[in-house]
């Protein structure tokens, strides 16, 4: 877990934008993205979907939440269930996550604090529809010294 | 990937490793062996209880553990159900309205048209409430009916619309109780609504008849305006898909080494007998059922719209539905195979049922003929009537292609569409299109998709299906 700058216990924040990699489909689309922790990994996947969704406009934070999900030991599983649960949030609040701090990420699974804001048709015209998160070719692994993650979604 | 050629349309994937049977691709000329869509029909070949082959239609592209375009029938008692067989949007499908119109007549006010349909039929992201919130009671009822439970609220083009609906537009097995507070949530307000991507509504015109019988048959006269409108459905389908997945992707293996094996956790699965397996299969029937109960939702709105913008009575526009079918489905189905009866659960996912004449569960009116087809193209050249065949039935499990299939990654086709005006073009050529984004628009134009006339045509060589008409579009509405 990367540390606060006091070196207390507390994340790093991430917001909008965040580095991400398109990966080809024929369908639909996949993010890829890399961290120097498993944790910097996860919170750029989430600003990834969160980029996809917003379709490149800006993201005003509205409110903090925290999400939290089990995941038996697997990062991958852990980390298409985070996506899981803010799509639907997505789908049914219109909620687009513009910051996110990873707090935990471990063999029970993750624990995010999540800063929403709401999809706005105009701003987020050329957002992309996202209805899905996808166990195929998921991906959450070292890559050199850090950590590179890859999801593909249904859209 | 090894291919060896059983004929001119057919190359098959011998069975090797864990494949229970070897995969049969249909298309003109050798598919590209490093096509990733291949290895997903050589996985699906690995399903327990898959019976004869893991089928790819022509239109096969690449999808999440199935392909696009895959046919798996299952034995029923013995075989795995595998929600990703059907995949997330559960019952998409196509569905074709006849009318009275000529097409020369109506081409001069298509913009009306267009913008009315657009108007009264909830398109795009999230699209909601072409019709109040449904209550927790008019859910189960929409679960439990399909589409009957629209026609019973005047949502129709003529009388005998569920006739007219593969299955009577409702898979009696539906379970309501199986679909979770969250699926409900997300569908709760969408029925009637088109959605984005792929999902549009045409105003077309029978610009060919290639079989005047069986056209004539169907209601499709040349020159005369058709309705197409492809939709499933929506939040409430993929909320369905999604949980199912997220239940069966850890615990599979403790079905036994078989569904260890399987290579890719999209593609986990249950017995078809078991808790899980039967409890997917209930909330995947009631799913469907809403996708039904939409497109009739939509019927019924469109219906009105194009009389509205065109100051006519529903007499006169005379609009009656030639058929629905599904796209995504797992349906239990008796076959022949191997000359003995049995019943399957035959697994489309990105293909159509297809049954030939004679068979009973082809609609009376149909049934001398054979069960109409119903292939969408891409919204710049044109889509297909064709009509199943007896073939199909000892080949394909009676199922055929879905429709063009993708050619370029929707990246690639945004990439390709910089600088242009899809809407323009397509003006040009005389089809008028709306659309709630223009992204939409250039992931969706005819470049990215193969041609359409391809595919089917494969489907008419290889024997599995007949063309019967060419529609080609007018007026489109997209999300």
Redesign the interface.
Known sequence: MPRGPDGDDEGVRYALPQPYREVPHTADVGVEVEGASPEEALARLVLAFAALLAGGGAVEVEREETVSVDADGDPARAAVTVLRELLFRFATERLIPGACEVRRLDGRGAELSVGFGRWDPVRHAEGTDVKAVTWHATRFERAGAGWRARVLLDI | MKLRRVHDWLWEIPREGGMKVPGRVYSDGMPAPDDP?LVQVSNVAFLPGIVKYSLAMPDI?????FP?GGVAAVDAEDGAVSPGGVG??INCGVRVLSTRLLAAEIRPRVHDVTAQLYRDIPT???SSHAIPRLTDAEMDSVLAKGARWAVGRGYAAGSDDLDRCEEGGGLAGADPSAVSE?AR??GADQLGTL???NHFLEVDSVAEVYDEAVAGAYGLLPGRVAVQIHSGSR?LG??V??ES??EL??SMARYGPDYAAIP???L?CAPVSSPSGRRYLGAMQAAANFAWANRQVMTGLAVRALCHALRISERDLGARLVYDVCHNVAKLEDHLVDGRPRRLLVHRKGATRAFGPGDPRVPAAYRDVGQPVLIPGDMGRYSYVLAGTARAMEETFGSSCHGAG???????ALKLARGRSIARELADRGIEVISR???TLGEEMSEAYKDVARVVGVMASAGISTLVARLEPMGVIK?
């Not at chain 2, 592209?61 to 553990?65: A, L, Q, T, V």
């Not at chain 2, 993708?406 to 690639?412: G, P, T």
């Open positions: 869509a592209h690449w999808g999440y553990g696009i997330y949007d795009g992201v999230g969250r949530k997300r959605g984005s991507g939040g993929y909320q898909c999604d997945l997220a992707t850890p890719d956790p999209q986990a993708r050619l370029m990654s929707r990246h690639q984004g223009k992204k999300g």
